[in-house]
Structures are given as structure tokens and as C-alpha cells.
């Protein structure tokens, strides 16, 4: 995404704001969709499924996960938004493509399977919570891109802030973390 804001920004500020407006509505609309889908699921889900199967389901998807990122293996769908879209689409409108994209959570390349290991286990766990999460995460994602275009040298700031940090690091935290949570739910201390 930022390989498309900071040419835009740099070359037309106009048209790389309305790309990133554009960006925010698509995560958040996408992640609204997601997570009222999420809901419906968990909460049918609990209907007919006892909460100690739901959480044994969610210690198992937090540790496969983290077990995953541990070896480096984050799943993910192997593509991004194609290429061509950005010579085709008006700014605002490719923004949305964009959000929408990323605020599905798992249709492209993730460094790490944090955010979809804490979606999955919520929906398992606490269904009626995936809509909150699932709206914090694409503001969160939405806030990430966006603020810093608006703070100062913008073309700079957005390329600082979404430069890698480290993504080896990044997943072996994910893997600590979601194994950790895995734990914690096992032993009983979260969790229904």
C-alpha cells in the first residue's frame, strides 16, 4: 500500500489523500463486513457448541498459529492487490480496493498471524466481542496509514512509519504471544 501513497503523495498530494481516504473507508467498511460475518458464525456457533469446545478449538488455532509464525510459515493468500488497478482506477476508488483488501485480514501477505489468531480465537471464545475487535483493528490499520499523511512531511512520515521493523522479529513475538495466549486459555486463567 505505501509502494502507491508516498508516489502519490509525492507527485500529486490531492490524489494520494483521496487515495488514503479511500484506503480507511475500505478497511473499515471490510472490517464492519468481517466482523458481523464473525459474529453470526461465533454466536451460531455457540448455539450448538458447548464453550469448552470453542476454547479447546481456540487453543488449538492459537498454537498452531504460533507454532507456524515460529517456523516462519505465517499463512497467507500469496498475492496482493493486482498491479494494474493502479494505472486504471481514480485515486479514491483504488484507495477502497486497497482497505477492503487489507481489512479482510487474511486475503494478502501478513508478516505475522497475530491479528488473525486474536480474530479467530474471540469469535470461538466470546463471539458477541469479534464485532468490537474486528472495528478497532480496521481503525487501527485504517489510523496507521492515514494520520501520518496529515502530520508533516508526508511522503517521508507514511515511509517511516510502514518500513519493515524487523519481520523476523515481528513473527517470533506473533509466536510468543499466541502460544502464550494458547497457554493461558488451556490452563484456565482466560477464557469461558
Do not use: K
Not at 472490517?31 to 450448538?48: D, E, F, I, N, Q
Not at 512509519?161 to 513475538?173: C, I, K, S
Amino acid at each position: 500500500m505505501v509502494g502507491v501513497a508516498n508516489p502519490m503523495l509525492r507527485h500529486d498530494r490531492r490524489a494520494g489523500l483521496r487515495f488514503l481516504g479511500g484506503y480507511a473507508a475500505g478497511v473499515l467498511a471490510s472490517s464492519l463486513v468481517l466482523g458481523l460475518v464473525l459474529r453470526a458464525g461465533g454466536t451460531a456457533l455457540a448455539a450448538h457448541v458447548g464453550a469448552g469446545a470453542r476454547t479447546a478449538a481456540a487453543i488449538a488455532v492459537l498454537f498452531v498459529l504460533g507454532v507456524l509464525d515460529a517456523l516462519g510459515r505465517t499463512p497467507q493468500a500469496r498475492r496482493q492487490v493486482p498491479q494494474r488497478f493502479v494505472r486504471v482506477l481514480p485515486p479514491a476508488f483504488l484507495g477502497i480496493v486497497f482497505g477492503v483488501d487489507i481489512g479482510l485480514v487474511l486475503t494478502t501477505r501478513r508478516t505475522s498471524s497475530l491479528v488473525s489468531g486474536a480474530v479467530v480465537g474471540v469469535a470461538l471464545v466470546a463471539p458477541a466481542w469479534v464485532l468490537p475487535a474486528m472495528v478497532a483493528i480496521g481503525l487501527t490499520t485504517a489510523l496507521v496509514a492515514v494520520v501520518p499523511a496529515f502530520a508533516m512531511d508526508a511522503p517521508r512520515l507514511v515511509a517511516g512509519v510502514m518500513r519493515p521493523v524487523g519481520a523476523v522479529r515481528l513473527r517470533t513475538l506473533s509466536a510468543v504471544l499466541l502460544v502464550t495466549a494458547a497457554a493461558l486459555f488451556a490452563a484456565g486463567v482466560v477464557g469461558a
